[in-house]
Nanobody, 129 residues
Framework: QVQLVESGGGLVQAGGSLRLSCAAS????????MGWFRQAPGKEREFVAA????????YYTDSVKGRFTISRDNAKNTLYLQMNSLKSEDTAVYYC??????????????????????WGQGTEVTVSS
């Protein structure tokens, strides 16, 4: 089992940047594929970005491609989401998620909620226009 704690959210002006972090504790972080999701007010939670446990494969939803970068530091048990050129529509609560992956799937990522086993409590991002 793994525990996830997000941080780094806040209020930023449109065009600005934020870096979210997700600290993991518990079992070996490097064996987990990770993802970021977000939920805007009044909307369902949606996929943002995913990364394989090896870190070699990443995947993004179209609306954040070229602006957001997902990365991980397995030595620090931490997942990141660098968000640049923020827009008002990026306003949401951001969640990190994890699922254990067998070694033969080291390059796989996951982009749907039901594929993840563990979730953080979320960190709020507000982008003012």
């Amino acid at each position: 089992q793994v525990q996830l704690v997000e941080s780094g959210g806040g209020l930023v002006q449109a065009g600005g940047s934020l870096r979210l972090s997700c600290a993991a504790s518990g079992r070996a972080f490097s064996r987990y594929a990770m993802g970021w999701f977000r939920q805007a007010p009044g909307k369902e939670r949606e996929f943002v970005a995913a990364i394989s446990w090896s870190g070699g494969t990443t995947y993004y939803t179209d609306s954040v491609k070229g602006r957001f970068t997902i990365s991980r530091d397995n030595a620090k048990n931490t997942l990141y989401l660098q968000m640049n050129s923020l827009k008002s529509e990026d306003t949401a609560v951001y969640y990190c998620a994890a699922r254990v992956v067998p070694t033969y799937n080291s390059g796989r990522y996951y982009s749907t909620e039901y594929e993840y086993d563990y979730w953080g409590q979320g960190t709020e991002v507000t982008v003012s226009s």
